[in-house]
């Protein structure tokens, strides 16, 4: 049982360039949700999805999309990466029966 | 607009030095309260949820507790690996909520020495 599992865990990126990140896991919960965290700002939510087959915007969605198309997996993608994007990205994950929620290990992306 | 603000942002120890970590939100009704640790390179790890002003929750050094306006992480007795950030958020109620979100406050980074 690995919970929940982040793909990479380093990226380094130029300007311009294109990437996924990969959220799986193994709780069998219904929401899914990313977040990055930049020094003294905390974590703030990107997207997240209620469900397989759906998406909603977060706090701060400009630059990224998402798509969730199986329940275990919540892709984050960059189109067009900025050296405003360089941050740490964390996926979470929690499910009907539960208010907290439950953290991946993170994914350190550095936008050059 | 849900807020969560957390003070000091850094506080070092002694080991054995007790302290309490600040967590004051604005949040349109309060669905609960989480509090979480995160060390270097990880991704946070749940502690406790309060629900309801008056609330406590302990587990081994660490107590939590709930007022209509602030939350309060006490640490007794401190060692070297309580060294941590730890992360306070708040969870509302209502239909703007429907995804069981969580706003977060920029964290208190605690560093114990021995």
């Known amino acids: 049982n690995a919970g929940v599992t982040q793909t990479p865990k380093f990226r380094v990126l130029k300007t311009g360039q294109s990437m996924t990140l990969l959220c799986a896991q193994d709780?069998?919960?219904?929401?899914m949700y990313w977040y990055r965290q930049d020094p003294g700002m905390g974590l703030r939510l990107i997207h997240y999805?209620?469900?397989?087959?759906?998406?909603a915007k977060g706090e701060v969605p400009d630059g990224y999309n998402v798509s969730r198309l199986k329940k275990q997996n919540f892709l984050l993608g960059l189109e067009s990466a900025a050296p405003s994007q360089t941050s740490v990205y964390f996926c979470?994950?929690?499910?009907?029966?539960?208010?907290?929620?439950?953290f991946g290990p993170g994914t350190r992306l550095t936008v050059l | 607009e849900d807020q969560v603000t957390q003070s000091p942002e850094a506080l070092r120890l002694q080991e054995g030095e007790s302290s309490s970590l600040n967590c004051s939100y604005t949040?349109?009704?309060?669905?609960?309260l989480f509090w979480y640790r995160q060390d270097p390179g990880k991704g946070p790890e749940f502690l406790f949820t309060?629900?309801?002003a008056g609330e406590e929750k302990e587990k081994e050094r660490l107590k939590a507790t709930l007022t209509k306006k602030e939350s309060f992480l006490h640490i007794t007795a401190p060692k070297p690996e309580d060294s941590a950030t730890y992360l306070c958020?708040?969870?509302?109620?209502?239909?703007?909520?429907?995804?069981?979100?969580?706003?977060f406050g920029g964290g208190t980074r605690l560093m114990v020495k021995p």
């Open positions: 979470a994950t929690t499910g009907f029966s539960y208010n907290e929620q439950f």
């Open positions: 709780m069998n919960h219904e929401y």
């Open positions: 999805s209620v469900g397989e087959g759906t998406t």
């Open positions: 949040v349109s009704g309060l669905r609960g």
């Open positions: 309060l629900y309801s």
């Open positions: 958020a708040v969870q509302a109620y209502g239909n703007n909520n429907a995804g069981n979100m969580l706003t």
